[in-house]
């Protein structure tokens, strides 16, 4: 996957990453907020990192109802034009997953 190529809502390819790391490590409500805005526009538009975010949210889904309504965000986005169809089957585990 080529990283440049995951970028967020607001273009940024650095930042996703670094938020869900964030996250992972304890609950971070900011790291939260902001991992929303990033990866889900409008609640309905997803961006390429939304998609390399979604198997670490489904990770982190069994304990954590903040990555459970993100991931649920984005795969219910997978219908729309968002320009991403060549991510889709590398998410395809990790979004029959979510709960």
């Known amino acids: 996957m080529n990283r440049a190529?995951?970028?967020d809502c607001l273009g940024d390819v650095d930042r996703v990453p670094e938020l869900l790391g964030r996250v992972e490590r304890g609950d971070d409500?900011?790291?939260w907020e902001e991992l929303g805005r990033r990866?889900?526009?409008e609640c309905e538009t997803v961006f390429p990192?939304?998609?390399a975010a979604l198997p670490r949210l489904v990770r982190l889904a069994s304990h954590s109802a903040?990555?459970?309504s993100?991931?649920?965000l984005i795969v219910m986005c997978v219908p729309?034009?968002?320009?991403c169809?060549?991510?889709?089957?590398g998410c395809a585990d990790a979004s029959q997953d979510v709960p």
């Open 29 to 31: 409500a900011e790291a």
């Open 5 to 7: 190529a995951m970028y």
């Open 80 to 83: 729309s034009p968002h320009g």
């Open 49 to 51: 990192a939304s998609f």
């Open 70 to 72: 993100l991931a649920g």
């Open 66 to 68: 903040r990555a459970r």
């Open 39 to 41: 990866l889900v526009l």
């Open 85 to 89: 169809d060549d991510l889709l089957p």
